[in-house]
């Protein structure tokens, strides 16, 4: 399979618990981005690396979000203490140039 | 924030009719992509036209760009049941820093 792939494709969790999210981007794509999508919006952008390279987090929705990209290949977004707010889906998208190609997503649902 | 405000946000057509939908947006682009969503899924890149570009064609799919009013539209020619998903115009405004999306059209195409 040679697109982005995200898991797990979905995520029940009790408020307050913590949650990791992965991606694998495509191989040869070098920027990587995390978006969240709540119901009937657009997807709404989080941060993003290139390489191993955080160059923007700052539209992070709070301090309990936070996003590795330890070696330039797979990332991780982890919701620490999660509330019921954060239910949304979760999507990564990777390019190398221009035009994304996305995953599927996670799909958060915080009880 | 979305920048892009698509219009209309739903649209019923049937099979064989041709679907327009507008994307508005606020600030100066690089470029402005169109995606699609089927229902709970990730979103799959349709086109890309760049901000020095007025029109595109891929297959059944029209875009066209105006800057100065900040708005493009997506015809889609000859619709089938299959076009049936959300579509979202995204724009670029720094060559591949983050895309920011509008709210998006669901399409309904009556078979």
């Known amino acids: 399979d040679t697109g982005v792939s995200q898991n797990p494709r979905h995520k029940i969790t009790k408020r307050g618990q913590n949650v990791t999210f992965r991606c694998d981007p495509i191989s040869e794509h070098n920027r990587l981005y995390w978006y969240r999508q709540t119901l009937g919006q657009g997807p709404e952008f989080l941060t993003y690396?290139?390489?191993?390279?955080?160059?923007?987090k700052s539209r992070l929705l709070s301090d309990r979000f936070s996003a590795e990209r330890p070696k330039g290949s797979f990332s991780t977004l982890e919701i620490q203490r999660t509330e019921q707010g954060d239910s949304a889906m979760y999507l990564c998208?990777?390019?190398?140039?221009?035009?994304?190609?996305f995953g599927s997503g996670t799909r958060l649902t915080v009880v | 924030s979305q920048q892009g405000e698509e219009d209309p946000q739903a649209l019923s057509i049937q099979e064989g009719e041709n679907a327009t939908m507008n994307c508005s947006y606020k600030?100066?682009?690089?470029?402005l992509q169109w995606y699609r969503q089927n229902s709970g899924r990730g979103l799959v890149h349709l086109i890309l036209?760049?901000?020095?570009?007025r029109e595109k064609h891929s297959g059944r799919l029209r875009v066209t760009l105006d800057t100065s009013k900040k708005s493009s539209s997506l015809l889609i020619t000859a619709s089938r049941a299959a076009d049936t998903a959300s579509y979202f115009c995204?724009?670029?405004?720094?060559?591949?820093?983050?895309?920011?999306f509008g709210g998006g059209t669901r399409l309904m195409v009556k078979p």
């Open positions: 600030t100066s682009i690089n470029n």
């Open positions: 690396f290139q390489n191993e390279a955080q160059l923007e």
């Open positions: 036209i760049r901000s020095n570009e």
């Open positions: 995204a724009t670029d405004g720094n060559a591949g820093n983050m895309l920011t």
């Open positions: 998208a990777s390019t190398w140039t221009e035009g994304y190609t």
